[in-house]
């Protein structure tokens, strides 16, 4: 079992950042794909960037390309995704998962490879 849990979520203005974190916990995670993925209200959830735990390569939707950077610091099992230029449609609860089922980041777009979740946490850009 892999524990998850998020922080650094809140309000922000467009054109700001925000530093999200995921800590983890529990079974040995050297393998693992963990992802970031963000849901708003009546979408889908949907594919932000992926880290392997191993060597810290990286993968990103195109929502995130060019703006968005993730992270992992091993000493503190936590993963960071670092947003800048956020815009109002980034607006979504954004959750990490982790997986053991995949070691590219490339394969680690689609939720269902992903068997730990954490509980979300919310970012909110204003206009």
């Known amino acids: 079992q892999v524990q998850l849990e998020e922080s650094g979520g809140g309000l922000v203005q467009a054109g700001g950042s925000l530093r999200l974190s995921c800590v983890a916990s529990g079974r040995t995670f050297s393998s693992i794909l963990m992802g970031w993925f963000r849901q708003a209200p009546g979408k889908e959830r949907e594919f932000v960037a992926v880290?392997?735990?191993?060597?810290?390569?990286?993968y990103y939707g195109d929502s995130a390309k060019g703006r968005f950077t993730l992270s992992r610091d091993n000493a503190k099992n936590t993963a960071y995704l670092q947003m800048s230029s956020l815009k109002p449609e980034d607006t979504a609860v954004y959750y990490c998962?982790?997986?053991?089922?995949?070691?590219?980041?490339?394969?680690?777009?689609?939720?269902?490879?992903?068997?730990?979740w954490g509980q979300g946490t919310q970012v909110t850009v204003s206009s």
């Open positions: 998962a982790a997986t053991h089922r995949l070691s590219r980041p490339d394969r680690g777009w689609a939720p269902g490879w992903y068997d730990y």
């Open positions: 880290i392997a735990w191993r060597d810290g390569s990286t």
